[in-house]
């Protein structure tokens, strides 16, 4: 069983930084970033290897986020930066194999919402 807390969100400006925080426990697995928008489907936004040194995002966070992991304190970091209006919704941490889909991931956070006004 892994449980996952998340934190970090908020409502920030265009162009602003938001770190976002997971804190894990139990057994170490691949984790993932997702994030869910009022009337969209939640969708794929970065993942890391269990060991940390396999990334992977969705085109349209590449070179504005960065997925990393601290294991000594089993703790996963969205780092998100030049924000924009369209990155508003709620993020969710997931827990589990490695990959873009949502069915990799049996374990999900709460969710923390991230809101950025223009």
């Known amino acids: 069983q892994v449980q996952l807390v998340e934190s970090g969100g908020g409502l920030v400006q265009a162009g602003d930084s938001l770190r976002l925080s997971c804190a894990a426990s139990?057994?170490?697995?691949?984790m993932g970033w997702f994030r869910q928008a009022p009337g969209n489907e939640r969708e794929f936004v970065a993942t890391i290897s269990s060991g940390g040194g396999v990334t992977a995002y969705t085109d349209s966070v590449k070179g504005r986020f960065t997925i990393s992991r601290d294991n000594a304190k089993n703790t996963v970091y969205l780092q998100m930066n030049s924000l924009k209006p369209e990155d508003t919704a709620i993020y969710y941490c997931?827990?589990?194999?490695?990959?873009?889909?949502?069915?990799?991931?049996?374990?999900w956070g709460q969710g923390t919402q991230v809101t950025v006004s223009s």
């Open positions: 997931a827990a589990g194999a490695y990959g873009m889909i949502k069915s990799n991931y049996p374990y």
């Open positions: 139990g057994r170490r697995t691949a």
